[in-house]
């Protein structure tokens, strides 16, 4: 059974950074790729970060490209998503999911699989 599980968020102030990790269980994360979303109240959700499990490929969105970061450690069976320069415009629950090969890393429609989510709040 896929079983992803979000954690690391909490609050944050602005300018200031946090490290997410998803915890997999039930599949081989090297057969999977993994992408974070994210989905504040009243918007849709949003992709954020993909990355490949055949051979690491990333893909970032346009509004996090150059802050945050996805990193994948096979061992731990984790997915990390290091953010940095957060702004109140990041204040969402965050999600991880699973998919062995989606067309579209980044639409959410592709995946099956989801973590519970992790708030994450920017305020001062």
């Known amino acids: 059974q896929v079983q992803l599980v979000e954690s690391g968020g909490g609050l944050v102030r602005p300018g200031g950074s946090l490290r997410l990790s998803c915890a997999v269980s039930?599949?081989?994360?090297?057969?999977?790729?993994i992408a974070w979303f994210r989905q504040a109240p009243g918007k849709e959700r949003e992709g954020l970060s993909y990355?490949?499990?055949?051979?690491?490929?990333?893909h970032y969105a346009d509004s996090v490209k150059g802050r945050f970061t996805i990193s994948r450690d096979d061992v731990k069976k984790t997915v990390s998503l290091h953010m940095n320069v957060l702004e109140p415009e990041d204040t969402a629950v965050y999600y991880c999911?699973?998919?062995?090969?989606?067309?579209?890393?980044?639409?959410?429609?592709?995946?099956?699989?989801w973590g519970q989510g992790t708030q994450v709040t920017v305020s001062s």
């Open positions: 999911a699973a998919d062995p090969l989606p067309l579209k890393p980044l639409d959410p429609n592709e995946y099956d699989s």
């Open positions: 990355i490949s499990g055949v051979d690491g490929t990333t």
């Open positions: 039930g599949f081989t994360l090297n057969w999977y790729g």
